[in-house]
């Protein structure tokens, strides 16, 4: 059974804080790695997405992947309150393109 | 389309009924999933369509759950003599390419609540 973990929060930050999101996975053949936003009531928005080891910056965002340690996490810079949502983490299979998904932790951003 | 679309947004029914859940995936996007979110939890995978061919339904919790993609974009998620334990926002996504760059895109979903 492929597993996606993440701590559920909720993570709360001051704004213009740094957000630091977490997120292991079971399955060793993993190749591609999302970031989804999900606000409350609304459906997953694509965030960031990542296929090889190391860091991806776009804007406020950084994805850090490390296969070897079956580890991703999602870096926000200067934390907004619009920023305040659930933040899934979603890995996509090897053979399928089902993806697994995490509960997703969510962040709370106090002004 | 600009984006995947869902029909209806909010569905009702009285335990035992059977309701049709409609998904229109982006134009051009061949990939085609369902997946069922639970209140405070993860979208979990139901099925996968790959043009009109289901290539995985390993999700799919149950015999009373079918999918069909006829033609290769509208596809339709039936569920029949519906269950409480069905209640749950059905989500549909697409996406353009296949693997590894295989981004999903969502649609709105469709709040399902058994009573």
């Known amino acids: 059974q492929k597993e996606v973990e993440q701590n559920s929060g909720p993570l709360s930050v001051p704004e213009g804080a740094i957000a630091s999101l977490n997120c292991t996975y079971s399955?060793?053949?993993?190749?591609?790695f999302f970031w989804y936003r999900q606000y409350s009531g609304k459906s997953p928005e694509l965030i960031m997405f990542i296929y090889s080891n190391g860091d991806k910056e776009d804007g406020r965002f950084t994805a850090q992947l490390n296969k070897a340690s079956q580890y991703v996490s999602l870096l926000i810079r200067d934390s907004q309150p619009s920023d305040s949502a659930t933040y899934l983490c979603a890995v996509g299979g090897n053979y399928g393109q089902n993806f697994v998904f995490g509960p997703g932790t969510r962040l709370s951003v106090l002004p | 389309g600009a984006g995947v679309s869902q029909s209806p947004r909010y569905k009702v029914a009285k335990r035992g009924q059977d309701v049709a859940l409609r998904c229109d995936p982006i134009s051009g996007h061949v990939s085609l999933f369902w997946y069922q979110q639970a209140l405070g939890q993860g979208p979990e995978f139901l099925t996968y369509f790959q043009n009109e061919a289901q290539l995985d339904k390993s999700g799919l919790p149950s015999d009373r759950f079918f999918a069909e993609r006829p033609e290769g974009s509208v596809s339709t998620l039936k569920i029949q003599r519906t269950q409480q334990e069905d209640s749950a926002v059905y989500l549909c996504a697409s996406t353009r390419r296949s693997i590894p760059y295989n981004e999903q895109f969502f649609g709105p979903g469709t709040r399902l609540t058994v009573l």
């Open positions: 399955d060793r053949g993993s190749q591609s």
